[in-house]
């Protein structure tokens, strides 16, 4: 227990989390108190109803857990004690910056200002009462806000960045178990504990060792189905959409992001941003159909596993998608703004977990019997990895209930396929 220890708090996913003096200062901060009102998985309440869990006890549940990977022998030996509670600190930070229904405001953040919710995180760290409480107990401020983004690269140690900001961070690892325990979406038993206690540092990067391939094969698994079956879930990702382009409507008329200060900032969250959409004409009939569960239908959908010029072109380049809208439009005879292209990567319906299905590499080893760490790559000894590690993309095609069988008919024709209205009955 630390000297300075204040008390618990009970977690229904980690169990008692002790917190110390500080931290608890912190956690009672203005900032931190606001993350209470961002919802984890804005959406996911269409689909699932318990999935109303928030930004806050995700952020308590990431400081957590960064403290379990900073008391790891194998990491502790290459960090100091003030390394170690700033590994805290800038877990608990991580996602101060969110706007109202988090990851769905990235996308006037970036349109209108080019800033991303880890521009937003550094610079409230920075100017807002985090300033001053953080340098009251001897920290940089400016060093928490990189850290907390993955941005801080400190001379021989990545592995510091990498704790919150890699394919294996405290990030995933709390948010990958909590969010499918509020959904009830749990698609096999990740042991992140065993993880945590695999991670060693190989040069001065976050590493895996093999000894635990079946809990990181598991974390793998875990993350596919819970893009499928949670994040790019198509009722839930309809919710995202109609929530998107209402602030997008509303935008010029309430200002979202026109925000001059902190303190302006952090006066938008799920609540407020809510009860502005909805008594704003532009956006009302959107709030007003979300409210009544009336949603956007899917009328075309389309998984595949495999790059090519036309998909690549459809995923990267707006043009195209436009075109496609109209085509489509035009063919099922609609309004082009009744027909909506969805894919996990468009900024305008931003996606933050497509992260999860781009290939990627994390770095492991096997140890000798002399303790030498031995680099491989996990695609040479793990069959699993090497599928799961690579390209799957999710094309779907939006509109309202009364055009979704000639939207559906004409997505069909125009990029092959069957209709989904002939697939899916719901």
Partial sequence: MPANHWGEIKDPVHGYVYITEEEKEIIDSYPVQRLRRLRQLAGA?????????????HSVGVMYLAGKVAENPNIS????????????????LHDVGHGPFSHVFEHLLDKELGKTHEDMTCWLITNSELKDIIKKFGYNPEEIGKLAVG???????????QIISSSVDVDKLDFVIRDTYHTGAEYGFVDIFRLI???????????????????????IIARIESFKSIYFH??????????????????QELGLTQFKSPEEYLSMDDYTVWTQLKNCRKSSEIIKNLKRRKMLKCAYEWTFYEKDVKISNIFSKEAHRRQLQIDIAKKAGV???????????????????SVLMEPMEIPAFYKTREGEKVP????DISKIFEVLKGFINILRVYTNAENREKVSAAAA????????TARISY
């Fill in 151 to 161: 941005r801080l690269h400190k001379p021989q140690k990545a592995f510091l960045d």
């Fill in 335 to 353: 309004e082009t703004e009744a027909v909506i292209i969805d894919v996990p990567t468009v900024p305008s319906v931003p996606y933050h977990h």
């Fill in 77 to 92: 030996q290459y960090t100091n004690q003030e390394e170690k509670e700033m590994i805290k600190i800038a877990a608990l």
């Fill in 197 to 219: 206690h695999a991670l060693d540092v190989l040069g001065e990067n976050l590493a895996v060792d093999l000894g635990a391939l079946s809990a990181l094969e598991s974390f």
């Fill in 234 to 251: 198509r009722v839930g990702r309809a919710a995202q959409i109609m929530l998107a382009m209402a602030m997008e409507k509303a935008n």
């Fill in 45 to 57: 309440e269409y689909v699932y109803p318990g999935a109303n869990h928030t930004r806050f006890e």
């Fill in 413 to 420: 024709k125009i990029l092959g396929g069957t209709p989904t």
């Fill in 376 to 379: 491989q790559h996990l695609s």
